[in-house]
């Protein structure tokens, strides 16, 4: 029993060390990458992405505690599937960051919840609506810390 805890711990300590690596890689590199070289915001990941929505516009509210029952990978899936994952394939298609499981979902969290808060994606030129209620429900799943 004390093996398979410890065990358990060390996993759940490389998984966090794996995201801040990634996380500190695109705040570092990816806007870089992704922009034209002038000053345009509109091809950046995260806050700052043009997604054509008037910051008044977004009303979407972050919830401050899990729910009960909490949000699972099961509630949330059925929205990654039909709102992102047109454009979120990930390398197979040339796209951006997959988006096709709960290890690829619950990997970019940080990312998502900036989007979800911001109103950021799906961006308006994609032509796919989402709800707040969506939105919230995703919020949510990630404040109950991602559980699959």
Same mark, same amino acid.
């Given at each position: 029993?004390?093996?398979?805890?410890?065990?358990?711990?060390?996993?759940?300590?490389?998984?966090?060390? =794996?995201? #801040? #690596?990634?996380?500190?890689?695109?705040?570092?590199?990816? &806007?870089? /990458?992704?922009?034209?070289?002038?000053?345009?915001?509109? /091809?950046?990941?995260? &806050?700052?992405?043009?997604?054509?929505?008037? &910051?008044?516009?977004?009303?979407?509210?972050?919830?401050?505690?899990? &729910?009960?029952?909490?949000?699972?990978?099961?509630?949330?899936?059925? #929205?990654?599937?039909?709102?992102?994952? #047109?454009?979120?394939?990930? /390398?197979?298609?040339? =796209?951006?960051?997959?988006?096709?499981?709960?290890?690829?979902?619950?990997?970019?969290?940080?990312?998502?919840? =900036?989007?979800?808060?911001?109103?950021?994606?799906?961006?308006?030129?994609?032509?796919?609506?989402?709800?707040?209620?969506?939105?919230?429900?995703?919020?949510?799943?990630?404040?109950?810390?991602?559980?699959?």
């Amino acid at each position: 029993m004390a093996r398979s805890r410890a065990r358990c711990d060390r996993m759940q300590h490389a998984r966090a060390v =794996g995201r #801040i #690596i990634v996380v500190s890689w695109l705040a570092c590199c990816v &806007p870089v /990458a992704c922009t034209s070289g002038d000053d345009d915001a509109d /091809a950046g990941i995260g &806050p700052e992405m043009d997604s054509g929505v008037d &910051p008044d516009e977004c009303t979407v509210t972050a919830p401050t505690e899990c &729910p009960d029952p909490p949000v699972r990978y099961a509630d949330v899936e059925p #929205i990654f599937q039909e709102r992102c994952v #047109i454009c979120h394939l990930g /390398a197979q298609s040339g =796209g951006p960051w997959a988006l096709t499981s709960y290890s690829h979902a619950s990997m970019w969290s940080d990312l998502i919840r =900036g989007a979800m808060l911001s109103c950021a994606m799906p961006p308006s030129d994609a032509g796919i609506d989402m709800p707040d209620e969506e939105r919230e429900l995703i919020l949510a799943w990630i404040r109950c810390r991602s559980p699959e």
